[in-house]
Every structure is written in structure tokens, then in C-alpha cells.
């Protein structure tokens, strides 16, 4: 099953994950991100980072995520190719996700780059959940990167 | 964009009447062929800016406009000071993002044999690409300064001459930039990047001037034909990225707060007046700031290159200008000179003759503008004109505008065949990524010269020289 696609867009790149429960969409979400920055496969999950956000939304929690992964590649000169989220929850109507990115340091030699994301943006952000038969719940989420 | 739904001012101007819950009309600048090429997008973000709070007389789209966050790229709005907004969408991720053009005084027959040497060597001194990192480190309290003092400080470090800051837009430094307003990881994710080119459409080209349309004018701004100039297409990095993410979720919030009725969640503003909106606008200063300290440095690197290749080389800055930016200016409104806040989003500006932001050799001139085109195809020195500045608060295109998707683009061509085909006509080029250099691909632009023209043609602004591209190096 598709985990993750990048997407067409005039000027930029869209991005999009897939997953059978909301975390693993937003995990394979920042797959498909940073599979725009460098080849994925090249980069090995040496270290850590934790990550923490909260948004009033889950569009908005998504866009979160992803320009925190950005700030901290940058923070760090890392790169990112493996992600866990640990849990998105609601408490007072505030959506809050606490997990794991893993990477390494950034090589250009190694990890291929491609373009550099500014920013995760608004547009065409979604974050969709299907119900293709009661065994089968599958949850989308999208939005363009500016590069 | 289906142009029957238009209504035809000219054969330059096409407005989208005010309808509903619009507050002005949407105008939109290009020729019958190019508009009709705009995507219906376009028509949807210039009527969405046209809903927002205290715009004033019109949205307006570039000939060069395209589907952009919020506005359409090539989009333009002036807010009133007091009911009005400020909009990351009128502004984007990477504030104060501009190109910078030098003039040198060697010609074609000089610097063709050594392109080569030059583009090399220009490659391994301007950090380019993913992650690059430049050479100056500077302490919090010296980022602090920079923020406030954009190209002027980084000067007063040696990169550069008193000189360059007269023909920088805001003399490379404007007022009223605030580093309180920049958060910790906007000021941590800023290490060693002054002074670097990033990737994507950023660009240091080496070109030639191929053609005068207005010899006066290009007499008077110092440029002759077969003249070598260099530009240098670049932002204000990840200061600049991260300022931009940090108020993107503040914005959200304040559109909530203040109620304003956005009809695009890309459109999230807040009050002028407002304290996150004063906040934003201060931060935002930084980001400008900070991009003309960028430019600056990487001409001062540009110069150190050529001087090691031709050590009787003069360079020196023709033009900085930044295209993503929202400044306070004066404008007549209703007869009456009023101080607006200009939303440009991949649009320059070009104001005509008589401003006193002009410096003064140019002054009775117009402003110089500068529009880039595409590794393989020309790019164009233009002058404002006082039309321009009656119909759209003197501001003219910035580009050609991307035609076809990065994912496209990277079906069709390859990087290094790419680099083969444009050495074969004369353009040597060195990119970071071959990748990213095959999605920059001269065929997936908007066809430069038509946008041009039709910016000539629609009076924004009028064609004093056109360049063509020698050497390239692409992040």
C-alpha cells in the first residue's frame, strides 16, 4: 500500500501521507517532505530528536509538525528519514503531538540533495480520514512545501 | 483563465468587477494571450485579496502571476493604515527575497574565454545548496545588529563599500526592524547563512547586455552593450523561512481573535494596528534586512572572484531589489498623499520618476528594475514610469513565472544533459543538485520576452536593456 507521494503544483511541491491510524500519516506525511530535500534511502537513523507541538486543528498540527521537523534539520544541519509518532491527542480543545524524528547529520556527498523546503504552507492542506469498510480506515494528509 | 468573465480596460488591463463580499475590483496586467494562459487560480487569489480589510482601489496580478499561497504570485495590495491587515500571504516564506545586479566595466571579448575559470571559482566561494553554510558566524548580539541594520552593518564589517548602500532599495537597511520580535529558533536556524545563495529558483548568473532599447536611459544608469553584469537572485534564508512559519500559526490565531473573515486559510492576517500585527511587521523588517545583508555579502565574495581573474576589474552594485516584501510607502489615494502598506508577493517595486527613494542621479529617471529571467533565456533592466504608479502603486513583474511543475520539469529533462544543451549555446553552468537544476529548466518557465513585453506595453514599467546569460551557478 502507498505510504507516501509527492504531488504536483505549478510553482512548488505537494506532499502527502498515508496511514491506517492518524499518527502514521502524519509520520509517512514528513517521509514524503523531506523525500523532497534528498534520496530517503541514503540517510541512516543515527540519532534522535524529540518533538513537540500543538495546534487548535489537525490541519494546522500538521503544518506544525512538519515546520518543527524543518527547524530542527536546520537547528541541527540534519536530515530526516524516519519518524514515530508517539500519540496525537485532544485536551481542551487543543490538538498535542509528542514523538521521535531519526537522522543523521546532512552529507551533501552522501544524501543527494535535491531542493531545500522553506516551509510547510496552507494551501491545499487536508487531513482526511476514509472509511473504505469498517476493516479498513485510512487517514490522508496533504499540503504544499515551498521550495 | 476564461477572459469573457473579464472586463477589458485595456488591451494591458483586464478587471475583475467587485461583486459580493469584495471591497475593491481585481485588475489584472497582461495581454490577452497571457492572461488567458493565468491559471483560474489566479482569479481566485486576486478576488480573495480583494475581500481583505482595508484594500485600497484594487488586487492586483502581474503579467507574470501565477498560483501562489494566499495571493497569486505577481500579486499586489496597498491596506490602509488604520482598518487594514497584514498578510503572510502578501509577503511569503521568504521575505525580502530579491535580486541584486552588478556592473562591471569589462566586456564579452574580455570575460568569454575565462567564463569557464569564473564560474568555477564563483562556485566554490558562494555557498550554494542544500544546507550550505557561509563563513561569518555572528553572536546572538551581532545577529541582533545585522536584524536591525541589514546591508549597512554587514559593510561595516568589510564586505563592501559605502557605495553599494546607495543603489540598495531602503539603502539596504530599513527602520524599525525589531530582533525582540524574532523567535529563538528563527535566530538558531540562522547560523552561518549570511552570505549564501540557498537552492530552488536562487541564482548567481554571469551575463552580457545583448540589446538596448532606451540608450538614454542606459547611459545615464552606466550600461553599454557587450557590458558584463552579474546578478545575484537570492532571500533571507532560514531567518527569513522561520520568521515566516513562527507568525503563520500566530496569524491563524489572530485571524480567530480579531474575527477578520479570510476566504482562504493561506490569507491569515492580523490588524495593522493590532499588536501581532505590529509584531509581524517588525519581524518581517528583520527578514528584509537581512536579505540585503545577504546580497551583500555574496557581492563581496562576486568581487573578490573577479578580481582574482581580472585584477583591473570594476564592480560595482547597479541595482538591489528585493520582490516579497510588505513596506510602508506613500501613495495618492482619492487625490490625496497617503502612507499605505505595500503588499508585493513576487512582484518589484518600480516606482517612476520624481520619488525620493530614488537616489538622486536617477531620480528624475525612474527607479531601476530588474527582472530575471531563466538560466537559458534572457533577463531585462527596466524603468518605472509615472503610470505605473497611478495604476498599480508603482510595482511591475519579477520573473517569468513557472509555466510547468517541478515534478514535471524533472520527467522531461536531466540535469546534466540540461547542463550539456545550454553549454552548447553558450551558458556554462555548475549546480549543487542536478535534480533541483533539471526542475529549473528554461522550458518550464513562462516565456520571459511576453511578459516583458507586456509589462512594457502595459506602461508598469519600460525596457532599457536586455541581458543574456553567460555563466550560471544554481544552489
Known amino acids: 500500500m502507498l505510504k507516501y507521494e509527492q504531488f504536483e503544483h505549478q510553482a512548488d511541491v505537494g506532499i502527502r501521507g498515508y496511514g491506517k491510524t492518524i499518527e502514521e500519516a502524519f509520520e509517512n506525511g514528513a517521509r514524503a517532505m ?12 543515527k540519532q534522535e530528536i524529540e518533538i513537540k507541538c500543538e495546534a487548535a486543528n489537525l490541519e494546522e498540527l500538521l503544518v506544525e509538525w512538519l515546520n518543527k521537523l524543518l527547524a530542527e534539520a536546520g537547528i541541527e544541519n540534519f536530515i530526516f528519514s524516519d519518524f514515530k509518532i508517539k500519540e ?55 499540503t504544499i512545501v515551498d521550495v | 483563465m476564461d477572459i469573457k468573465s473579464l472586463k477589458k480596460i485595456s488591451d494591458y488591463q483586464w478587471e475583475i468587477p467587485k461583486t459580493g463580499e469584495m471591497n475593491v475590483p481585481g485588475r489584472i496586467f497582461g495581454d490577452e494571450k497571457l492572461v488567458k494562459e493565468m491559471d483560474e487560480k489566479v482569479r481566485e487569489q486576486v478576488t480573495n485579496v480583494a475581500c481583505l480589510p482595508g484594500i485600497l482601489k484594487a488586487s492586483l496580478a502581474m503579467p507574470d502571476g501565477h498560483w501562489g499561497y494566499g495571493f497569486s504570485i505577481g500579486g499586489v495590495a496597498a491596506m490602509e493604515p488604520e482598518k487594514g491587515v497584514i498578510s503572510i500571504g502578501g509577503i511569503g516564506f521568504d521575505s525580502g527575497c530579491g535580486v541584486r545586479t552588478l556592473k562591471t566595466n569589462l566586456t564579452l571579448n574580455e570575460v568569454k574565454p575565462k567564463i569557464k575559470k569564473l564560474v568555477d571559482l564563483l562556485f566554490q566561494t558562494v555557498p550554494c545548496g ?19 541594520e541589514g546591508a549597512k552593518w554587514v559593510i561595516k564589517r568589510g564586505y563592501g563599500t559605502e557605495d553599494d548602500l546607495k543603489y540598495i532599495e531602503d539603502g539596504g537597511s530599513l527602520e524599525g526592524a525589531e530582533p525582540e520580535y524574532v523567535s529563538e529558533t528563527a535566530k538558531r536556524r540562522e547560523k552561518r547563512q549570511v552570505g549564501t545563495l540557498g537552492s530552488g529558483n536562487h541564482y548567481e548568473e554571469i551575463q552580457c547586455i545583448d540589446e538596448i532599447y532606451d540608450e538614454e536611459t542606459a547611459k545615464r544608469f552606466g550600461l553599454f552593450k557587450n557590458q558584463i553584469l552579474i546578478s545575484i537572485h537570492c532571500g533571507s534564508r532560514a531567518l527569513g523561512h522561520q520568521i515566516g512559519t513562527d507568525y503563520l500559526k500566530i496569524l491563524a490565531e489572530t485571524s480567530r481573535k480579531y474575527g477578520i473573515k479570510i476566504r482562504n486559510r493561506e490569507l491569515v492576517c ?61 501613495h495618492k489615494i482619492d487625490g ?77 529533462w536531466q540535469g546534466k544533459e540540461l547542463a550539456q544543451q545550454l553549454e552548447a549555446r553558450g551558458i556554462y553552468s555548475r549546480t549543487a543538485s542536478w535534480g533541483g537544476f533539471a526542475e529549473e529548466a528554461p522550458g518550464a518557465y513562462k516565456d520571459v520576452v ?18 543574456r546569460p553567460l555563466g550560471v551557478i544554481k544552489g
Not at chain 1, 523531506?34 to 537513523?45: Q, R, S
Not at chain 2, 498599480?392 to 509555466?403: I, L, T
Request: with cysteine; aromatic share 8%.
Open chain 2, 130 to 148: 542544500l544546507g550550505s553554510r557561509g563563513k561569518i558566524i555572528l553572536s546572538p548580539g551581532e545577529a541582533d545588529e545585522l536584524f536591525k
Open chain 2, 270 to 330: 492580523a490588524p495593522i494596528n493590532s499588536l501581532e500585527g505590529k509584531r509581524y511587521a517588525a519581524a518581517n523588517l528583520c527578514a528584509l534586512n537581512y536579505s540585503y545583508a545577504n546580497r551583500q555579502v555574496i557581492t563581496h565574495l562576486t568581487r573578490e572572484c573577479f578580481k582574482k581573474i581580472f585584477p583591473k576589474a570594476e564592480v560595482k552594485t547597479f541595482w538591489d531589489l528585493t520582490h516579497n516584501s510588505a513596506r510602508w510607502e506613500k
Open chain 1, 34 to 45: 523531506f523525500g523532497v530535500m534528498v534520496n530517503l534511502v541514503k540517510v541512516e537513523p
Open chain 1, 88 to 142: 496525537i491527542k485532544k485536551t481542551n480543545s487543543i490538538y498535542k503531538l509528542s514523538g521521535l524524528a531519526k537522522g543523521e547529520e546532512l552529507d551533501p556527498k552522501k544524501h543527494e540533495p535535491k531542493v531545500e523546503v522553506k516551509a510547510a504552507t496552507y494551501s491545499q492542506l487536508k487531513v482526511e480520514k476514509k472509511d473504505y469498510n469498517p476493516l479498513a480506515t485510512r487517514y490522508i494528509v496533504q
Open chain 2, 336 to 412: 490625496e498623499l497617503k502612507k499605505v502598506l505595500v503588499h508585493r508577493k513576487g512582484a518589484t517595486r518600480a516606482f517612476g520618476p520624481g520619488r525620493e527613494e530614488i537616489p538622486e542621479e536617477y531620480r528624475e529617471i525612474g527607479q531601476p528594475i530588474l527582472v530575471g529571467g531563466t538560466m537559458g533565456t534572457y533577463s531585462f533592466i527596466l524603468k518605472g514610469t509615472d503610470f505605473g504608479m497611478k495604476v498599480a502603486f508603482g510595482s511591475a513583474c519579477h520573473g517569468a513565472g513557472r509555466a510547468m511543475s517541478r515534478t514535471q520539469a524533472k520527467k522531461r
Open chain 2, 450 to 467: 511576453e511578459v516583458i513585453e507586456a509589462v512594457h506595453n502595459a506602461n508598469l514599467a519600460t525596457k532599457v536593456v536586455r541581458m
